[in-house]
Structures are given as C-alpha cells and as structure tokens.
C-alpha cells in the first residue's frame, strides 16, 4: 500500500553567504541547497568564502532570457514549407497580439525555422516574467499553431511538441540559442587566496580545466558543454527552490574557463540554459516561500526581477561548487577523502581544510 500524501524529503542545508555583484544584483545572501550528496554543502561554502573574500565577489552577468517551445507543420513539399516560413517572419507583429491575448507576462520575441522533407520545425521565443514559463510557453504556442493552421496554406498539423525547444535534453540548439535564462559569472581570486585558501595554484587549475573540462568533454562527445559538475549545484538549488528539477538536463551544459594572470585566478562559469522562476508550479509549498524570501526573491516590483536575482545566485552557486572541485582535484587523494570524510564519518570539515 502507498500513502498518495507522502512526500520525499530530501536534506536541506543553508550555505554562503556568496557575495554576488553584476547587471543584476549586489547582495551576500546564503543559499538553499537539498541534495542527498552531503559534501556538496561543504564544498559550496567554501567558494562562497572565497567570493566574499574579493571585493566584487562573483560577478553575474545575465546576457540574455527567453522560454522557447517548437512545434512543427507537415506542408505540401518543402518549397511550400519555405514560402510558409517566410510568411511567418512577415507577420511577427500579427503573431505578438495573438500572443498577448494567453496572459499579462507573456511576449513573443521572435522564432527560428528548420526544414527538413516535407517538415516545417518552428522555435518560438517568449519572454515570460517572473514565471520560468513552460506552460506559458506551450499555451502561446499553442494559440499560434492554431492560428497559422487556419491562416497559412499548404500545411497542417504535426505536433504541439517538435523536440526543437529542446525541453529536458542535452542539444546543440540550446546551447546556441539559449533557454531560459543565459548567465556569465566570473571571479578573480588573488593568489595568495588561490594558495591559502584553495591549497594550489592559478596554473594548475588552469591547466585541469583545459584538460579535464575540455579535452576530456570532448573525447567523451559532449553537446555544447565543458565542465566538471554544473549539476550537482543545479539539482540541489532547483529542489530548494521549488523548480522542474529535470531542467538540470539541459542546464547543466555550461562552460567553465580557468586562466592563470601572473599568478591570479580567472573563473568563469556560462550557463546558458538556466531555467528558473519564482511563480508558478512548485512555488506553493511552504518551505519554497519561505527559502525565496530569504533569497530576496519574494521583493522585486517589475515583472521578471525576481526570477533574475534568482537565476543570477543560482550561477554564483554553481561557480562556488564548480572552483572548490577543480581546486581539490588538483591535489592527489584530496577529493576522496573529503568524500570519506563526510559521507562515512558524517563530519562538517571543509574539503581542502
């Protein structure tokens, strides 16, 4: 028998605080995370420390946002699916005030095409305010399929859902064109922190970085994406905040960049598939209201500034757990060991210290 009112629970642990800096947010909050892999927490907390150890902190810069949903037409023969793409492009403003008839929130920003055979492959691009907007997303388009089924001749109806969005799959098109929110954060640690506080230096993580995160990612066939564990941060921040915690799929393709300046640490982190939001499916839940506030996340006045301030700490968070990995990973035996450490002995140390 099951209990259809049980819910999971996963642990959950505050840590930080971060110090974040960009076009975005200036704050130092600490952050939700639930995962069941108990040194992440550590691990996080101690690259949190080192962004409020430079005055800037992580700096989040937050490049672009847009929800997309594809759908595709069957037409005549290919040359009718060009001329109906071309038509579409001719009418994007006849498209946005059927778009503004689904909700306040939502904007279409404009789409892209492919056609293969006989089929015409449509990639919507919505702006949906605070919400990370899948269902918005698929009700405009939606309303649009339907419209240019009845408007546009020589084709007719395939599918609401094409796989060209690409929704929960690791694909080339998202990490080219982005889904969700598109966020760069970057840190430059001094050295003296990288060898006192990370226990090596800017070279050697430099150096692992070329060739774990992108020699190795590419021997091994990756899709758009170069890192060491991007979701790992993600999945815990997502589950704490009440996200589509599938997401992680196509948000953990990311690239980190590690530079040594004249003994200074560069890092970088660019997620540009960083699907979050602060309204919507998930938010009701207690703890969810509770760690948004927190976060700041419940105090923005404009549409979408929330869900900004929430995508700009969740890329310092990945960054943290991202430097703190590669730093231990540049030291024989220091990963497991904190593993050991923490996972066997259920100790707080902090992996490095």
Known sequence: MT??????????????????????????????????????WPSVNRGAR?????????????????????????????????????????RMDELRDIVRTCGRFVELL????????????LRFEFSTGDASGHNMATLAAD??????????????????????????????????????????TELLVP??????????????????NVHKNLIGTLL???????????????LGFYLATGQDAANIVEGSQGVTVAEDRDGDLYFSCT???????????????????ENMTRLGCRAGREPGENARRLAAICAATVLCGELSLLAAQTNP???????????????TAMIGE
């Open 3 to 40: 209990d259809a009112s049980l819910t999971a629970g996963v642990p959950m642990k505050w840590v930080g605080p971060l110090r974040i800096s960009g076009n975005v947010t200036h704050c130092e909050t600490e952050v939700p995370l639930a995962t069941y892999e108990s040194p992440l």
């Open 50 to 90: 080192i962004s409020r150890m430079v005055e800037r902190g992580i700096v989040a810069t937050l490049v672009n946002e847009r929800m997309t949903r594809s759908v595709f037409v069957r037409a005549t023969d290919a040359q009718t699916a060009y001329l109906a793409a071309l038509e579409i492009g001719a």
């Open 110 to 121: 404009g789409f892209h095409h492919e056609i293969t055979a006989d089929l015409l492959f």
């Open 143 to 184: 309303a649009l399929l339907t419209h240019l089924l009845q408007t546009v001749s020589g084709i007719a109806y395939g599918s609401i859902s094409a796989n060209y969005c690409t929704d929960k799959k690791a694909t080339a098109v998202n990490g080219i064109l982005g889904r969700g929110k598109n966020v760069v």
């Open 191 to 208: 050295r003296e922190i990288v060898h006192e506080r990370l226990h090596t230096t800017a070279a050697a993580i430099a150096e692992l």
């Open 220 to 234: 091994a066939g990756g899709i758009r994406s170069a890192n060491a564990h991007y979701a790992n941060m993600l």
């Open 271 to 289: 997620l540009p598939n960083l699907i979050v939001g602060t309204v919507g499916n998930g938010k009701g839940l207690g703890f969810v209201e």
């Open 333 to 347: 035996g220091e990963l497991m060991r904190a593993h050991v450490r923490l996972e066997r002995n259920h100790t």
